[in-house]
């Protein structure tokens, strides 16, 4: 007889191992000694232990599916329950038990992360939705055109949904899609339609413009080829195709007429440059009359220079503003003088501001009184107040004294 800690054989060779519910049979040993029975159903065991270990390590470290890993942890229980070996199977069955909440663990785990990424995709689904539907009113059309065709994309590498979310998100992405392409063909049609009626338009306007190329009237022939230019403006775009072609004509057209007009009117232009010169000359012999000092003179050498101005001629249009503009600052001037020298001699004016300034100082010294008859009386508050109102009535008069002042007063 032959024995170890987890097993032993007795005198007829029957194996057997120890466990919580007290010694199974193994099996049967005639073949050798005890001993060797022992070894061979000992290393029965380390094949399980060994079996179990392994399986730990798939469950732990690979994508082994709970299915598969159950199904190979029921056959290894079938096993160990069969006890053809011997060592601690109570231990080897606890493992296992380990094992299948591990696994259970596992499922869990994977269906709470399956649920997490489902409701991911249904939200970036469902923003790419939002998105589309958003694009579908855009008039950005290239722009949008590119960012729906970026979102197709997008939804292709996100999972499926169940079938009735996932077909529902779908008809409204789709839709979005289809009322985007719907609309942008619609404008480029309206665009095209536009286009051929600018050409129309455009080609009337070239005719227009090459039959009034030879005019010699050059101010109303001038006057409208600024009305055609304007014309043409408003027509829009043609095609592609035909917009520099037409335009072309249409300059040309204008070009022959314009430089025949500036042949002409060259020599205009020299008579034009002298006048130019003569008016700054008396541009600047006004300016000398700033500032008035003697209105009077100031007023009829301001004269004579105006009647001496209206004498001369035109002068380049582009010039024009620039020496009227010197020459009405010093007109300017002087109607402020005399606007000055009327205010001062206005006797009317002069009594109403001489009275203002005398009822706001009758009134100013009548608030200090009363301010130092408060103060004498204690009543600070009451002096306070008509402090206040005294700095008030000061302000005006110091503002009446001002103006009194331009009367010379």
Known sequence: MSSDPWGRVDETGTVYVRTADGEQVVGSWQAGSPDEALAYFERKYEGLVVEIGLLEKRVKTTDLSAKDALAAIEHLREQVDAHHAVGDLDALRARLDKLVELVEARREERKAQRARQTDEARHAKEALVAEAEELARSDQWRAAGER??????????????????????????????????????????????????????????????????????????????????????????????????????????????????????????????????????????????????????????????????????????????????????????????????????????????????????????????????????????????LQKELEGRQALLDQALKGLQEFGG
């Not at 009117?265 to 000359?281: I, M, P, S, V, Y």
């Not at 010039?319 to 001062?344: N, S």
């Open 148 to 385: 729906l065709r970026a979102l197709v994309d997008t939804w292709k590498g996100l999972p499926r949904l169940d079938r009735k979310s996932d077909d529902e998100l779908w008809h409204r992405f789709s839709h979005a899609r289809s009322a985007f392409s719907k609309r942008r063909k619609q404008h480029f049609a309206q665009l095209d339609a536009q286009r051929e009626e600018a050409r129309r338009i455009k080609e009337r306007l070239v005719a227009e413009a090459e039959a009034l190329s030879g005019s010699t009237d050059w101010g109303p022939t001038a006057a409208r080829y600024r009305e055609l230019m304007a014309e043409w403006k408003a027509a829009g775009r043609a095609q592609r195709e035909h917009e520099e072609d037409l335009w072309n004509r249409f300059r040309g057209a204008q070009d022959v007429f314009f430089a025949a007009r500036s042949s002409v009117f060259a020599e205009r232009d020299a008579e034009q440059a002298e006048n130019l010169k003569l008016k700054e000359e008396l541009a600047e012999e006004a300016e000398k009359l700033l500032p008035v000092t003697d209105l009077k003179a100031a007023r009829a050498a301001f004269r004579s220079i105006n009647e001496r101005w209206e004498a001369i001629g035109h002068v380049p249009r582009d010039a024009r503003p620039k020496v009227e503009g010197r020459m009405h600052t010093v007109e300017r001037a002087i109607q402020e003088a005399e606007e000055a020298e009327w205010r001062r001699t206005n006797p009317e004016a002069r009594a109403r501001a001489e009275g203002l300034t005398g009822q706001l100082q009758a009134a100013v010294d009548k608030l200090q009184r009363q301010i130092e008859q408060a103060r004498a009386q204690g009543n600070n508050a009451k002096a306070d107040k």
